[in-house]
Structures are given as structure tokens and as C-alpha cells.
């Protein structure tokens, strides 16, 4: 059974009309992650959430945005997409628990991914 | 931040040879370390991983070694198949109690049967 499920698995877009792409999770994971991976190219992180706390990458475009309204749902919203946001992307969740980190680590389970076409 | 650097980008062994694929990472705090096959089109899964508290692990015909010293760790296919061509990448979480993991930037590995 899918636990982390991305929806849609293809989505197609015009240059500058705004897209959101969605996540939801069946495993109850407090970190939450959104990953864009291009052709050939190792996934890059673009946030994160821990709970309801968000951390943006530093070289995160601000045309990417994201929300997260419960434990289960997280949302990738791309403002204006460009032809170069064509890409797939790629959620994950992990169970972080502090002071345990050592121990349960820090697995990441992927969605399926969304591939985003720009036309 | 952390760094890691991984080789070789392609790697092609005859079907029943061994693979291995090498990774430095940069930050000493560093303290776990999957590694991910990713088919064409599909989602990175998780092969197996290491916690800097153990030197080595195996499961079946995969094994991972890690050298804290040097910071290195490397993926060891035994009897590769055909099946096992995919993209690998390792991967380092960062030690400073964050939630980020880091990915070098991948092997293409083909098994030639």
C-alpha cells in the first residue's frame, strides 16, 4: 500500500499559470520534504517542514512556495513556472524524534513523484 | 554545510562481477548514511543505510562500508544482474540535529548480461 502518495503523477502547465502539486502521507511522519530532481541529476531539496515549523533553502526560488495545514497533507505551489521548473518532484517523509536520532535515523519515504511539463 | 561527492557517474560491470560505488562526505558530525537505486521514472528506494555507529552492514548481496576517519563510505554489489541496472546515489543526513540529507549526485550503474 502507498504511504506516501503524490498526486497527480503527470501534471502539464503553461509558462506563468500556477500550479500546486500535492503530498499526503498514510504514516503519520512529522518532516515532511519537497525534492525536485531534474534529468540525470541527484533529487534537490527545495524545503522541509518539522511539524508546522518551515525551512526554505537558501537557493530556493521564491516562485516556489508551500503549505502544510495538517500532519497528513503538504503542498508544493509553483507561482509563475518557467521552463526551466520542468522537472519531477519528489515528496518524502521521515520520523524525526530528538534525542533518538542516533538511533531511528532519519529514513526518508518518497512519494512516486509528480513529472511537471512546461509548455 | 554538508557535502557529499560520489564516484564513479557511470559504471558498467559484466552480469555476476561486483560494483562499488564510492562517497566522501565533509562534515565529520554527520551520522547516517543511505543509499537509494532509482529505476527510470520511479521514486528513489531506499538499498540499505548506516549508521556512523557501525563500520560495516550487508544485506544479501548488498553491503555498505563506512570509514568515519576518512570520511568515506562505499556500496559493494556482489553478483550483479541485470535487474540491479539503475541510478544509485548515497546519501549523508547532517549531524548538527537536522533533518537534511544530502545526495551525491549519482552512478548510473549497467549490468551487461
Redesign the interface.
Known sequence: DAMVIQNPRYQVTQFGKPVTLSCSQTLNHN?M?WYQQKS????K?LF?Y?DKDF?NEADTPDNFQSRRPNTSFCFLDIRSPGLGDAAMY?CAT?S?L?GA??IT????Y????T?LSVL | GENVEQHPSTLSVQEGDSAVIKCTYSDSAS??F?WYKQEL??????II?I???VGEKKDQRIAVTLNKTAKHFSLHITETQPEDSA?Y?CAA?EGT?G????????T?LFVKA
Do not use: C, E, M
Open positions: 518532516v520534504y540525470s541529476q541527484a533529487p531539496l522541509h518539522y525551512n519528489l521521515s524525526f530528538w536520532s542516533h535515523g532519519n529514513i526518508q518518497f512519494g512516486a513523484g513529472r | 551520522n547516517y543511505p521514472g520511479k521514486r528513489p528506494q531506499l543505510d549508521r556512523s555507529n541510478v546515489f543526513r540535529g533533518f537534511k540529507t544530502i545526495f551525491g549526485a549519482g548510473r
